[in-house]
């Protein structure tokens, strides 16, 4: 048996899916985009001067962003995105590779720093099994906080873990395109970095 794990934004889909989201989730109300955009820029910048991590950027983000959104909205938008968005901008090389690694047998996981709120109902469409960021959704409204840690980086690998033993397969890839997809890759016995 051989497992696949693919990263989702710049390598299955083309871009970054969380600012889609976010200009989505909004698109009726654009003042709050830029209001709470304006909240958040001072830790955009905090992060990208090395003062923040990326996980504790993207955490205030989804705070800024989503909390005091009401559940099943944020659900119901989430699942329209999930549904007009993600096949639109799928990288259809990469796309085709995992096809074939369907095709194969064989078996496929998507492992993403995006959350599972938008990811979940495509990927069951296309039946992969996903590790990703998990919202918390148990208020109403939501509290913009993850059930989970932010998959991304050595995330990926501790999910990956917790889920399966790769050891224990014959073969095992990972095909990613950033530097939060590098212990994933190096995980695995082929490793394609931006490529497929």
């Given amino acids: 048996m051989t497992v696949a794990f693919f990263d989702f934004d710049g390598t299955l889909v083309k871009g970054d899916s969380l600012k889609a989201f976010l200009f989505f989730y909004f698109r009726n109300n654009q003042s ?59 990288n259809t090389q990469v796309w085709n590779k995992l096809q074939w690694h369907k095709k194969k047998g064989h078996l496929v996981y998507v492992v993403s720093a995006s959350i599972d709120t938008y990811l979940l109902p495509w990927i069951n469409r296309n039946e992969i099994k996903l590790l990703c960021t998990e919202m918390d959704l148990s208020n109403d409204p939501i509290s913009g906080k993850w059930k989970t840690p932010n998959c991304y980086g050595q995330e990926k690998v501790n999910r990956i873990v917790e889920e399966i033993n790769v050891d224990s397969f014959e073969a095992s890839y990972a095909y990613g395109d950033s530097k939060g997809d590098r212990e994933m890759l190096e995980l695995v016995d082929f490793g394609f970095y931006k490529s497929v």
């Fill in 32 to 90: 709050k985009l830029l209001l709470r955009t304006s909240f958040f820029l001072p830790y955009f910048i905090a992060h990208k001067l090395g003062i923040v991590s990326n996980n504790q950027s993207k955490a205030k983000l989804f705070q800024l962003f989503f909390k005091g959104e009401k559940r099943e909205l944020f659900l119901s938008r989430a699942k329209q995105f999930s549904d007009e968005w993600i096949d639109k901008n799928l």
